[in-house]
């Protein structure tokens, strides 16, 4: 995307335009359980990671030091990028193996029921809208983006004696909030 149709252009052009930082929260709470599942996923170390403290001051002034030509940030003591082990260092993500994503032949729904373990009658795909030209907007279930809001609830709270199966949901799930 060139630099002059992202957003973050705006705070370029008028000085006083302010940056609101959001932090994503976490709603599925890490279970000890789930240990082994989350350190053979390669996710151990984030879920462990409760609050990150965001500092509102240093993001803008790195937004101003960064450049779009280099993809760097133009420091007083040079120029500086984040690599992608940088991220692996700083957050324990592993970054050699298996990727997370993937192309598969069977149905969005049947994927979360065996990874998930939630039947497809309780799925709650994001609905998405779309104009016509007509002017009427047509609703229908996506077929491959699931709502997190009723998974957040669902495992919330592992229940008690849970199974293997169950602490893989959980384990899973917890993962997913987190790339969500």
């Avoid at 006083?16 to 996923?41: K, M, Y």
């Avoid at 240093?58 to 120029?79: K, M, Q, Y």
């Avoid at 104009?131 to 009427?136: C, I, S």
């Amino acid at each position: 995307m060139p630099h002059s149709q992202h957003k973050i252009s705006k705070t370029w052009e008028n000085p006083n335009i302010c940056l609101n930082v959001r932090c994503h929260h976490v709603g599925i709470p890490f279970d000890p359980l789930c240990t082994s599942a989350l350190e053979n996923l390669g996710f151990y170390q984030i879920a462990k990671m409760r609050k990150i403290n965001v500092d509102k001051y240093l993001i803008p002034a790195l937004v101003e030091r960064w450049r779009p030509e280099t993809n760097s940030f133009h420091l007083p003591v040079g120029e500086m990028t984040i690599t992608l082990q940088d991220v692996s260092c700083l957050r324990g993500l592993p970054i050699h193996g298996k990727p997370l994503v993937g192309k598969v032949d069977t149905h969005w729904s049947e994927i979360v029921e065996r990874l998930l373990g939630i039947p497809v009658d309780e799925q709650h795909m994001k609905q998405k809208k779309r104009r016509k030209g007509d002017d009427n907007t047509v609703v229908r279930n996506s077929q491959y983006s699931l709502n997190l809001g009723k998974p957040r609830e669902r495992f919330h709270v592992l229940p008690d004696n849970p199974m293997d199966r169950e602490i893989n949901w959980h384990a899973r799930a917890l993962v997913l909030e987190i790339l969500g």
